[in-house]
């Protein structure tokens, strides 16, 4: 990807201040998703140096994560499989407790959503502290399968969770970062 396409897609990034709470300076990527040229712009970079026929499932994280997932797998070649907030999904499910900032959460998948051994590339519009991230990359494997990368939209380095999903020796990816 060229110069001017980076900056298109920072352009149709908004940031509102103060959101969900004080302090927080929220990236709002409805901008970009409502942009036809910023959405292929994103999903040419999020597949860019994935090669063909190397994963077998995007595992999308809620809920923003599955608003490229769709796109982003079948442009791979592969299946979608979402990883949700606890009660939403319909099938048995294995679970992972992580913590946040204050509290804690939890994710699921469906039981049987990924078949062992499945190279899975794990996708979410945005990693902070990188909870998130570990935690679904960490549910993956229980079920099972093999993460072979991460890719998001947007990285907050200095929150510090793309170095995490590094020394988890997990190669992690973002197109923009936020210093
Ligand atoms: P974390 O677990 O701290 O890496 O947080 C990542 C999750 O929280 C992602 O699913 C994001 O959608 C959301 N998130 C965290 N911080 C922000 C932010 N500043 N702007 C938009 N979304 C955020």
Redesign the pocket.
Known sequence: MKDPDFDLLYALVRTIADFPAPG????DITPLLADARGLTLALDGLAHDIAPGSVDAVVA?EA??FLLAGALAQRLGCGLVPVRKPGKLPGATLGIDYALEYGRDRLEMHVGAITPGARVLVL??????????LACGELVERAGGRVTGFRFLID?PA?G?SRLIAERGWPARALLNYP
């Open positions: 927080i300076q929220f990236r994280i923003r994560g979410d519009d945005l990693i902070a502290t990188g909870g998130t991230a907050l929150l969770g």
